[in-house]
């Protein structure tokens, strides 16, 4: 990557909150900003008056020139037609938000899943920099993830590789909230954790009920908890030493909410990956966690924008054809992100 004094305005779209921030190329990250993700009655809209305010916001305060806006959103979306579904907006379906933004920013725009940007920045700042081919995944309300091949981010047919929350691991599991069964995530969320060690009589030393109780509760040695993290341990084993396996992957990198319970998480983790990954080509498969907090994402956003030859390239507009170079990708072509 060439080094550039423009900056890119990172977004982090969630389900609870908006996070922006001004990141340079070289990763310096200042005036960080966070909105509420508001939920509308009726399906009413009341999260894009916030985003726009903020990306107002970040342009308006900018010490130098902007390269483009970069995005990661919850999912799932269509990079295909730049638009957005995420699980937890039911105010946006097929939300076209990168016109929205490219209107309101006036610049170039790029957009990815918010567990990809989130690989992105670590492994373009954080754990798994320097590391050609891993799985970066965020263990949190739910699981997600991004894939890093040959040094270049993989994104997949619509945008959506690495969601390793949905590989079905327990063929008669629980439901999951994507309306399959038996995925990591109905296993290895820290929601999931919680809702299975209260059924199983876990009782938590204050009044909330939440996954950092519930890892404090295991430190100190409940039964219940420390099953339930073995439990979501071995989840998330089987779902990592398949995506090794079936793309030859010699990392993985743990981050999210989640992960700030390694030392309860890990060490199950560890052993049931040592127990799964018997082939010689994944049997040494290494296990970190990620280093770059919830300002993954963010960083994750701004690369896109800074970086585009490893993490994004030349993408169809569906709109206008192809902007910024490059032909227009037949159905069924391997794809980058989003551009104008």
Not at 57 to 68: E, F, H, M, R
Not at 220 to 242: E, H, M, N, Y
Not at 291 to 310: N, S
Request: charged share 15%.
């Amino acid at each position: 990557m060439t080094p550039s004094a423009d900056w890119a305005i990172a977004i982090d779209i969630g389900a609870t909150k908006i996070a922006g921030a001004l990141v340079d190329a070289t990763g310096t990250m200042r005036e960080q900003r966070v909105r509420p993700t508001l939920a509308g009655a009726d399906g009413e809209d009341l999260v894009w008056p916030q985003l726009g305010a903020l990306i107002d916001d970040l342009s308006a305060v900018a010490p130098g020139a902007l390269a483009g806006v970069g995005i990661g959103s919850a999912g799932p979306l269509d990079l295909v037609a730049g638009t957005v579904s995420p699980v937890n907006i039911p105010a946006w379906r097929a939300f076209p938000l990168v016109e929205h933004v490219r209107r309101q920013a006036g610049l170039p725009v790029r957009l990815a899943g918010d567990g990809i940007c989130a690989a992105v920045g670590e492994h373009w700042l954080g754990a798994a920099r320097g590391v050609d081919d891993v799985i970066v995944i965020v263990v949190s309300t739910g699981v997600g993830g991004g894939i890093i091949q040959l040094g270049r981010l993989h994104q997949g047919r619509s945008g959506n590789a690495g969601h390793i929350g949905h590989m079905v691991v327990d063929l008669d599991g629980e439901p999951c909230p994507c309306g399959g069964r038996g995925c990591v995530e109905a296993m290895s969320s820290g929601p999931s954790m919680v809702s299975w060690a209260l059924r199983q009589g876990w009782r938590p030393p204050g009044s909330a009920s939440t996954a950092v109780e519930l890892a404090a509760s295991a430190r100190a040695g409940d039964p219940v908890p420390v099953a339930a993290f073995q439990r979501a341990a071995r989840s998330l084993a089987a779902g990592i030493t398949s995506v090794a396996a079936a793309g030859d992957l010699t990392d993985a990198v743990i981050g999210g909410g989640v992960a700030q319970a390694a030392d309860v998480l890990l060490p199950p983790l560890r052993a049931a990956i040592a127990e799964y990954a018997r082939l010689d080509f994944v049997r040494d498969l290494r296990v970190g966690v990620a280093e770059l907090g919830g300002a993954a994402g963010l960083y994750g956003a701004a690369a896109l924008i800074h970086d585009p030859a490893r993490y994004g390239g030349p993408f169809p507009d569906p709109a206008a054809g192809q902007r910024g170079g490059g032909a227009v990708l037949p159905r069924g072509t391997s794809r980058g992100v989003v551009s104008s």
